[in-house]
Every structure is written in C-alpha cells, then in structure tokens.
C-alpha cells in the first residue's frame, strides 16, 4: 500500500465507535476551503485527543475518502454520521436510526453533502 502525503495544512478530528465505545483520530487533509479528504484513522485516547487538540478547529465543508482510508480502527467503518445534538463523528452502520455514543441521543439519519467538522493540531 502506498502512503498517502498530507499538506501542512492536515489536522485530525476524534471519531466514536459505537460498537467498541471508543474514540479514534482521522487524519484530515484540506483539499480547498469547504473540501476536505479523510486519510487515515488512528487509535487514541480521549485524553491523547484532548492534549492534542484535536477539538480546537471548526470547518464547514465536503468530505472525500482517500484511496488509502482505512477507516475506524476497531469495526472498519469508512462511512460515518455526525449526531446532530453534540456534533460527534460516529462510525455509521446503514441504519436507519442511531444513537449516539458520546450524548445518546436518538434519532433518524438524514443525507447530506456538506457537514460541520471539528479538529485541531496535528
């Protein structure tokens, strides 16, 4: 497999795994000012992520997967939902109702093209 590079400009945003109850990074690569790749996903802790800082920045934008994604490091999910009460990235199954892992809330999931991101350092 081939490594992808990522710009200066790269941060990660922390991710929850509904099925193992644990959070992740993913490396987040700007592509313009409201398009953004997924690169890799990592382990961490939320301590780890806190001291990182990977909750400082906010974007608005368009998510692309790169070819070399891996997705969340526990279930293998590329595909993700973010809960529209608290704003978490959460690993997204094909339900068609989620509750979400960090604020458990309840409710449908809806399509969209653009979505709010939070993330930081790196």
């Known amino acids: 497999m081939s490594i992808t590079r990522i710009s200066k400009k790269a941060f990660a945003i922390v991710a929850e795994c509904p099925n193992e109850k644990k959070p992740y990074g993913i490396t987040v690569d700007p592509i313009s000012d409201k ?31 790169d070819a070399n994604y891996n ?19 959460v690993c997204y199954h ?3 109702e989620v509750t979400c892992p960090v604020c458990g809330y309840h409710a449908g999931v809806q399509e969209s093209d653009e979505f709010d991101l939070s993330g930081g350092g790196y």
């Open 94 to 96: 094909d339900e068609k």
């Open 71 to 89: 997705g969340c490091p526990y279930c293998g999910a590329k595909a993700f939902y973010i809960c529209c009460k608290c704003g978490s990235v």
């Open 35 to 65: 398009e953004f790749k997924f690169v890799w996903a990592f382990k961490i802790s939320r301590e780890g992520a806190s001291r990182e800082g990977f909750d400082k920045k906010k974007v608005h934008g368009s998510i692309q997967y």
